[in-house]
């Protein structure tokens, strides 16, 4: 088991950038393929983002490609999330993910491990 530890999470405004950090301790962080999720209230966690163990390869979410950029430092046992033009519906809580297995995962239910998530708003 990893833990994770979301961070960077805040109120913007409606074009701004905010950027996301999960913290893993526990494993060995390189052996992790990693995902970002999130929650808006009264909806379903959806997908945000996906990278590959050794950060090759990501995947996007259709609403945020272009706009946000998943990577990871695994010497910081560290991931990112960089959210550039935020919009109102970008609102939600940001959820961090990790599975010890190679490739992209985009459902919940691939993953194994959360964090405990950080609230991003972004106000119009």
């Known amino acids: 088991q990893v833990q994770l530890v979301e961070s960077g999470g805040g109120l913007v405004q409606a074009g701004d950038s905010l950027r996301l950090s999960c913290a893993a301790s526990?494993?060995?962080?390189?052996?992790?393929?990693m995902g970002w999720f999130r929650q808006a209230p009264g909806k379903e966690r959806e997908f945000v983002a996906a990278?590959?163990?050794?950060?090759?390869?990501?995947t996007y979410a259709d609403s945020v490609k272009g706009r946000f950029t998943i990577s990871r430092d695994n010497a910081k046992n560290t991931m990112y999330l960089q959210m550039n033009s935020l919009k109102p519906e970008d609102t939600a809580v940001y959820y961090c993910?990790?599975?010890?297995?190679?490739?992209?995962?985009?459902?919940?239910?691939?993953?194994?491990?959360w964090g405990q998530g950080t609230q991003v708003t972004v106000s119009s």
């Open positions: 990278i590959s163990r050794a950060g090759r390869s990501t």
């Open positions: 993910a990790a599975v010890p297995s190679p490739g992209l995962y985009t459902t919940t239910r691939a993953y194994k491990d």
């Open positions: 526990g494993r060995t962080f390189s052996a992790y393929a």
